[in-house]
């Protein structure tokens, strides 16, 4: 459901809400996370924001323009998108911490 929603942002929001909350609840080893979002290696890897959901998954919606992060475990650096095709884009880069999961 969710590959899906994000290759065609055409599957219904309370078919992601769902799927979302199967993930949230579900008893995950967290240990791979970091590098399963930010890679072993730099330049680390990219993601692109596709749907932001509200607080308790009480709602959501596609995100309507390009939102891009790229995560860099091995140097431990993020970096900031936001695109707007030809009138131009804002990104930034800094430093991250992780520490039990929360970034």
Do not use: C, H
């Not at 509200?54 to 936001?82: H, M, W």
């Amino acid at each position: 459901v969710l590959k899906n929603a994000a290759k065609t942002r055409k599957v219904p929001k309370d078919e992601v809400l769902s799927a979302l909350s199967v993930i949230a609840t579900a008893k995950l080893d967290p240990s791979k996370f970091l590098e399963t979002l930010g890679g072993t290696k730099s330049p680390g890897r990219t993601w692109m924001l596709i749907f932001t959901a509200q607080k308790k998954l009480k709602g959501g919606r596609y995100f309507p323009i390009t939102a891009v992060q790229r995560f860099d475990a091995e140097a431990r650096r993020i970096e900031n998108g936001v695109y707007l095709g030809p009138i131009g884009s804002l990104t930034f880069e800094g430093r991250f911490s992780w520490k039990k999961r929360i970034l």
